[in-house]
């Protein structure tokens, strides 16, 4: 009985991995078929840089936006004046430290821009207001929608400084 199991289980025949030989036409359908598949291949991979490029570009743009706001108002501001509001819009991240001391992450400052554009706007006004003030320029320059929000601008800064000057009081 041990020995029938014993030939049950040599193979008789031999399997070997050769390829079967294709006839001329079978050879071309096949090369048809995988040059389809690479032309699809190539087509979805051009579909996803396009679209990563189309975000890329929208995101660029809207850097180069907020960087030629910053530029005007660092014009009309003054470099000192833009540095200063860049140190108080800067954000920072002191660096953390393991138990022996070493510096795990270091130290890290962001600037937020939206405020920065925010505050230099603020700071455009409030010059603009002194220039009236010291009669180097007349109230009524403009028109009237600007003349409205330059003053409703200056009434909400002079309200915001006075609310600060109570809390520094108390």
Do not use: W
Not at 40 to 68: F, H, P, V, W
Not at 85 to 90: H, M, R, S, W
């Amino acid at each position: 009985m041990i020995e029938a199991v014993a030939q049950v289980m040599e193979p008789t025949t031999e399997v070997t991995s050769q390829e079967v030989e294709l006839t001329p036409a079978q050879a071309r359908i096949k090369a048809a078929k995988l040059r389809k598949l690479n032309i699809a291949r190539k087509k979805q991979q051009n579909g996803y840089k396009k679209m990563i490029e189309r975000y890329t570009a929208n995101y660029r743009d809207s850097l180069d936006q907020i960087q030629r706001q910053l530029d005007l108002i660092e014009k009309q501001v003054g470099s000192a004046d833009f540095k200063m509001l860049k140190d108080i819009c800067t954000n920072v991240t002191p660096a953390k430290l393991n138990e022996a001391g070493e510096i795990e992450t270091p130290e890290k400052k962001e600037v937020n821009k939206a405020a920065l554009i925010r505050e230099g706007l603020n700071l455009i006004v409030l010059k603009r207001e002194e220039r009236i003030k010291a009669g180097l320029r007349k109230r009524s320059t403009g028109r009237s929608s600007d003349r409205k929000a330059h003053k409703s601008a200056v009434t909400f800064l002079n309200n915001r400084n006075e609310e600060a000057k109570k809390r520094s009081l108390i």
